[in-house]
T-cell receptor
Framework: GQNIDQPTEMTATEGAIVQINCTYQTSGFNGLFWYQQHAGEAPTFLSYNVLDGLEEKGRFSSFLSRSKGYSYLLLKELQMKDSASYLCAVSNDYKLSFGAGTTVTVRA | GAGVSQSPSNKVTEKGKDVELRCDPISGHTALYWYRQSLGQGLEFLIYFQGNSAPDKSGLPSDRFSAERTGGSVSTLTIQRTQQEDSAVYLC????????????FGPGTRLTVT
């Protein structure tokens, strides 16, 4: 079975840093994706981790520990436009299993 | 177009009617996926196509749901005898490679069954 957990909501101030945690217990694992989804829009790709460690891409970084079944997405220098839902997804071959998403609200 | 497109963007139907949802993947993408997203829920996998074949239909909730893909391109998801619990956003995604790879999502079809 697939069990992917992430917090439901987080709130942070513009310019701050927010870390969204994702823990997973899955029957197979090839890698872990993070997607961003603005309300009423399609999810868009943010990052993909296959190996343990930190992947940095501009203001966004993603970390993976396969032995702990744990990942986080780090959003730095928060902007109002970062208010969105962030989806953690575990891939097993072609299949993605998604967490319920974390809604991040950025306040001025 | 450059991205995945879906139609209609919104569909309101009466309970018991059949509906067809359409997905146009990115040109050349061989893999196509259908997901369902209900309010407050994660994306729920429905079906996976590789070319015109569907090697994994395990996520289809009941036999009222079916999907096909023709010409290795357009896909339609059909829901027969719709029920209120079918109300959700239906998302289509495509990818250019087999196996684990980035999926590109369409904007979705919001289905409301009254």
């Amino acid at each position: 079975g697939q069990n992917i957990d992430q917090p439901t909501e987080m709130t942070a101030t513009e310019g701050a840093i927010v870390q969204i945690n994702c823990t997973y217990q899955t029957s197979g694992f090839n890698g872990l994706f993070w997607y961003q989804q603005h309300a009423g829009e399609a999810p868009t790709f943010l990052s993909y981790n296959v190996l343990d460690g930190l992947e940095e891409k501009g203001r966004f970084s993603s970390f993976l520990s396969r032995s702990k079944g744990y990942s986080y997405l780090l959003l730095k220098e928060l902007q109002m436009k970062d208010s969105a839902s962030y989806l953690c997804a575990v891939s097993n071959d072609y299949k993605l299993s998604f967490g319920a998403g974390t809604t991040v609200t950025v306040r001025a | 177009g450059a991205g995945v497109s879906q139609s209609p963007s919104n569909k309101v139907t009466e309970k018991g009617k059949d509906v067809e949802l359409r997905c146009d993947p990115i040109s050349g993408h061989t893999a196509l996926y259908w997901y369902r997203q209900s309010l407050g829920q994660g994306l729920e996998f429905l079906i996976y196509f590789q070319g015109n074949s569907a090697p994994d239909k395990s996520g289809l909730p009941s036999d009222r749901f079916s999907a096909e893909r023709t010409g290795g391109s357009v896909s339609t998801l059909t829901i027969q005898r719709t029920q209120q619990e079918d109300s959700a956003v239906y998302l289509c995604a495509s990818s250019g490679r087999q196996g684990a790879s980035e999926q590109y999502f369409g904007p979705g079809t919001r289905l409301t069954v009254t």
